[in-house]
């Protein structure tokens, strides 16, 4: 197709398959393995109790996506939505912001792949593998949207018997009281014994824990592709957070219930990947191991997908010079993806994967944080200005859920900054790319004159 005429995404995928993908990027084995898992290094038995009030909160930040979503079925998620209600200085913050968390993500999971393939593999070498994972997923997300859900959808199952084998691990030999732990929160002093945990380090872990659940969000990337966007953004959003929640508490109480040891298991950098090889057989453990991995490596392509969508959708508004755009906004004539900004993003993972595995959740857990405050912010603006009237979704509680969404994410991040270390840095280099992005527009774009939100084509399947 010529350029004034190019390929668009197809409108191919059914509701079911994007809650597949949905859930895919919410990935709760690495809800298990590795966000939660950095939380009980951090905090100890509080891990539970912060993913339990994470849960809670996504009940409502699920709600805000609902709305937004619906109201604005496009490619370019939050950049997207957040430009529509607040403004573009805004939507340019977001959009700038995923070009770094996305490929974070990426860079995460890859390492996350790595070290469970080590756990059955011990001399396989970390970086090279990692790298590996990175480019075999872009290629497999550059191919059709329908054949992705296929493929996620098969690896899942393998993922939620992973995360099942681990419950019945931790359930069948329990060491302490499931309740009494959590009412009363314990971590290693780093002299071999218990402490009560901070309230400062609750705080922190806070952001750890809402990374664990985070990517029931992601539907909103999928707006142009699924049949009747409009009336399934709702069930796509909360069914992914309801089947995650149901799948990353229970092996997460296992742990705490099922260690010997609550110091070491909290001294531990890797706390339940050494649960598993100190409660499970060999064999077992081995094969939880594979299967984290398969798991791990099945987030990456629903990661790639929407980073890619996100990345797509700016270029094509014109957010970049036109010799980026141009390639950017390109997609497949045969498989109907955007095969260019899935690539690009995948190149971006590549140089990530050498930063370490704290800072990467840390950046991530509190860009999330940031996200869900500007949502809310924009459900109450939108329902004001009347920018959401579209939505088949209205969010429930308003406007009390979007304030108390708005104050809790206030609260994460100013126990963030009081935390001196990586926390904070997390936290100040996550804010500063939000304002780099808006600057970005302010002083560039803006003045460009060129850059405008394209208007996909109305859903034919909305009644």
């Not at 370019?76 to 070009?99: H, M, V």
């Not at 959590?182 to 901070?198: C, D, E, I, K, R």
């Amino acid at each position: 197709m010529t350029e004034n005429h190019p390929p668009r995404l197809k409108r191919e995928m059914s509701g079911f398959g994007g809650l597949v993908i949905t859930l895919t990027n919410l990935s709760p084995s690495i809800g298990v393995f590795l966000a939660a898992s950095d939380v009980m290094h951090q905090s100890g038995s509080w891990v539970l109790a912060a993913c339990c009030l994470a849960v809670v909160l996504g009940v409502l930040v699920s709600g805000l996506y609902a709305e937004l979503g619906s109201a604005f079925p496009h490619a370019g998620g939050e950049y997207t939505i957040l430009g529509k209600t607040l403004g573009p200085t805004f939507g340019f913050g977001i959009a700038i912001s995923s070009l770094l968390t996305n490929p974070v993500a990426l860079a995460l999971s890859a390492i996350g792949v790595t070290d469970s393939l080590r756990q059955v593999w011990p001399d396989l070498p970390p970086l090279p593998t990692a790298l590996s994972c990175i480019v075999i997923v872009s290629v497999l997300a550059a191919l059709s949207i329908r054949l992705n859900a296929l493929i996620t959808g098969l690896f899942l199952v393998v993922e939620i018997a992973a995360l099942a084998a681990t419950t019945v691990i931790g359930f069948a030999h329990p060491h302490r009281d499931l309740i009494a732990t959590t009412l009363h929160p314990q971590m290693t002093n780093g002299h071999g014994a218990l402490m009560a945990v901070p309230l400062g380090v609750m705080g922190l872990a806070g952001a750890g824990a809402v990374y664990a659940l985070n990517g029931y969000g992601s539907a909103i990337f999928f707006g142009e592709e699924v049949k009747g966007a409009r009336r399934k953004m709702w069930w796509m959003v909360l069914g992914a957070l309801g089947v995650g929640a149901a799948t990353i508490l229970p092996p997460v109480a296992a742990v705490i219930v099922g260690a010997r040891d609550l110091g070491a298991l909290s001294a531990s950098e890797t706390p339940v990947l050494t649960f598993l090889h100190d409660a499970a057989s060999p064999p077992m453990a081995k094969a939880i191991s594979l299967g984290v991995a398969v798991a791990i490596f099945n987030a990456m392509i629903a990661i790639a997908l929407t980073g890619g969508r996100g990345v797509y959708a700016a270029a094509r508004d014109g957010a970049f010079p036109e010799v980026i755009n141009r390639p950017l906004r390109r997609v497949h004539a045969t498989y109907g993806s955007p095969w260019i900004a899935t690539l690009v993003l995948g190149v971006g993972g590549l140089f990530l994967c050498l930063l370490p595995l704290n800072t990467l959740i840390l950046i991530n857990g509190n860009s999330a944080g940031i996200v869900y405050a500007l949502l809310a912010i924009a459900v109450i603006r939108g329902r004001r200005t009347g920018t959401t009237s579209a939505s088949r979704s209205r969010m429930i509680l308003h406007p009390v859920g979007p304030v108390i969404v708005i104050v809790t994410m206030l609260s994460i991040i100013a126990a963030g900054l009081s935390q001196a270390g990586s926390g904070r840095v997390g936290l100040l280099v996550a804010a500063g790319i939000l304002c780099a992005g808006g600057a970005y527009y302010q002083l560039v774009v803006r003045h460009r004159g060129d850059w405008a939100h394209h208007e996909p084509d109305e859903d034919p399947h909305l009644s």
